[in-house]
């Protein structure tokens, strides 16, 4: 069965701070995909990135970076740079066959940044 | 380009009464998930709705059941509350369900409280 393990309940920096989310999954899948949410006080989850298992190239979008590691079943998220408004509850996700395309999600991990 | 909406915004019950959320998905999209989110953890899955049929099911008893419409709006009704149904209400719309993991968008959600 797939599984998605977030380990940090709550971070907290200061504000310009580099921060990491872990997220590390389990699946019999050989091709699956994972994903990060963000989910700020308003509740709405916002997409931030899709990666499938074929792809092992790390990303950067701006201040956010993912690194992809098959190896230890890892895919983590950095923010560099910190600022107030990236305080949020972060969710990394999984899904493929083994789940019927159904999103697996962690139990997130919730980023304070403070002033 | 108008996003996931969902209404109300906040609802409070009493047990034993019956609710029902409502969601249109973003334009262009054709299926609609629904999701529960209790306070602290990550989102549940509970049923997909694709071509007014319900396509797949979570782990949820009878009590909840849905209905997506002609033009891909959907309802999730939920009957003889209990106290444990209170939590956040996501809708999610994407394309066409397939052999690959399309992206959801999530709407803001409805807040159900029960008393």
């Known amino acids: 069965a797939q599984k998605v393990t977030q380990a940090q309940t709550e971070i907290s920096v200061v504000e310009k701070e580099d921060v990491t989310l872990d997220c590390v999954y389990e699946?019999?899948?050989?091709?699956?995909?994972l994903f990060w949410y963000k989910q700020p006080p308003s509740g709405e989850l916002v997409f931030l990135i899709r990666?499938?298992?074929?792809d092992e190239q790390n990303e950067i979008s701006g201040r956010y970076s993912w690194n992809f590691q098959k190896s230890t079943s890892s895919f983590n998220f950095t923010i560099t740079a910190s600022q107030v408004v990236d305080s949020a509850v972060y969710f990394c996700a999984l899904t493929g066959m083994d789940s019927n395309y159904q999103l697996i999600w962690g139990a997130g991990t919730k980023l304070i940044i403070k002033p | 380009d108008a996003g996931v909406t969902q209404s109300p915004t906040h609802l409070i019950k009493t047990r034993g009464q019956q609710v029902t959320l409502r969601c249109s998905p973003k334009?262009?999209?054709?299926?609609v998930s629904w999701y529960q989110q209790a306070l602290g953890q990550g989102p549940q899955f509970i049923f997909q709705?694709?071509?007014?049929?319900?396509?797949q099911r979570g782990n949820f008893p009878d009590r909840f059941s849905g209905h997506q419409f002609p033009n891909y709006s959907s309802e999730l009704n939920v009957n003889a509350l209990l106290l444990g149904d209170s939590a956040l209400y996501l809708c999610?719309?994407?394309?066409?369900?397939?052999?690959?993991?399309?992206?959801?968008?999530f709407g803001a959600g409805t807040r159900l409280s029960v008393l």
């Open positions: 334009s262009g999209h054709d299926t």
């Open positions: 699946t019999r899948d050989t091709t699956y995909y």
């Open positions: 990666r499938n298992s074929f």
């Open positions: 709705y694709y071509e007014e049929e319900e396509r």
């Open positions: 999610a719309s994407s394309l066409e369900p397939g052999r690959t993991a399309n992206i959801q968008y």
